[in-house]
């Protein structure tokens, strides 16, 4: 694995690491203190990772407040920053689709504040809006584009069909879609399709909420979304992590630690350029670091994607029919 790839036809130098900040989302994860969540990307930054996802969803833009926080400390040229739009958010907290033309520019404006740059890198459009023309919101993304406003956009959560029709209508260079070794739904369409057209992909969920971390024993509860997540329950929680801590012998062999044996696994497929990680710590953020660079062979990899096919489960879609 490179420690800099370039992010499909976007031409952006990245790290194959993202720094994801979806953990600033209370109503999925608590309150994180976030002295501790600066200290991570701060430890990330330092261990050669210059790439930061955020959305204005997370926290309903808590996320980008506290990215922003961390941008204004280090030279804007080292980092590269995405973040999405999607949700119109309503004075009593709840939410609907909107990706229509004044509301995506008004929320542009607004995640530039809050980010504290001239420019975002990376713009996408966090899920698929039924109602507004593809038509419309392209033209919106490339107006923000010609103000400078955005460099590059592109999509997360859309179907193949869905990008392959987004695409029809401008440069959608970028896709973030779930992927992991236990969810590997992907290859089938998405991957090739993205591999086919030079589109740059990072992957969300990519430690599959923790569950691959080789943190956990099977036998823990939880008090964020997890505890209602059919994969953190039972015997499906305790086949996974007992097949994930069964590799530890193989990361040993290679001086990582579990985390880093599957992150490095994942990113060996060849579509996928970035894998998102969410840390709530520098350690954790070093740890997510400390993959860079680092390949396994061939009959390893496959040992791995053998060991983790352990049964199914079915996915927990929040109201806006996505997983995230």
């Not at 039972?234 to 530890?248: D, I, Q, Y």
Request: charged content about 20%; some cysteine.
């Amino acid at each position: 694995m490179s420690t800099r790839v370039t992010f499909g036809a976007t031409g952006l130098r990245v790290s194959p690491i993202c720094f994801g900040t979806w953990q600033l989302s209370p109503r999925f994860w608590g309150p994180q203190p976030e002295e501790a969540l600066l200290a991570a990307m701060r430890a990330a930054y330092d261990g050669g990772i210059n790439f930061f996802d955020t959305a204005d969803a997370y926290g309903d833009g808590l996320a980008e407040t506290v990215l922003g926080a961390f941008l204004a400390a280090v030279p804007r040229d080292e980092v590269v920053v995405a973040t999405k739009v999607f949700n119109h958010f309503n004075p009593d907290a709840s939410r609907y689709p909107d990706l229509s033309p004044a509301h995506v520019a008004a929320r542009c404006e607004a995640s530039l504040r809050r980010l504290r740059v001239e420019a975002i890198d990376l713009y996408l459009l966090h899920f698929y809006d039924q109602l507004t023309p593809l038509a419309a919101i392209t033209e919106t993304l490339e107006t923000l584009k010609a103000q400078g406003k955005i460099r590059h956009y592109g999509v997360s959560n859309f179907t193949v069909e869905q990008f392959r029709a987004a695409r029809a209508f401008g440069a959608y260079d970028a896709v973030q879609p779930p992927y992991s070794l236990l969810d590997t739904a992907i290859e089938q369409d998405l991957l090739p399709y993205c591999q086919a057209h030079n589109v740059g992909v990072m992957t969300y969920s990519t430690m599959h909420k923790g569950l691959l971390s080789g943190a956990y024993t099977g036998e823990e509860t939880f008090r964020d979304f997890r505890q209602h997540h059919p994969d953190f329950q039972g015997e499906r929680f305790r086949a996974v992590t007992a097949a994930v801590r069964g590799l530890a012998p193989m990361a040993a062999g290679y001086g990582l630690s579990l985390y880093q044996l599957i992150l490095a696994a994942t990113l060996m497929h060849p579509a996928i350029q970035v894998g998102v990680i969410g840390c709530k710590t520098a350690a954790q953020a070093r740890e997510a670091a400390g993959a860079l660079g680092k390949a396994l062979s061939r009959p390893d990899y496959f040992a791995i994607r053998a060991a983790l096919t352990v049964g199914g489960a079915p996915k927990v879609k929040d109201a806006a029919g996505a997983v995230k």
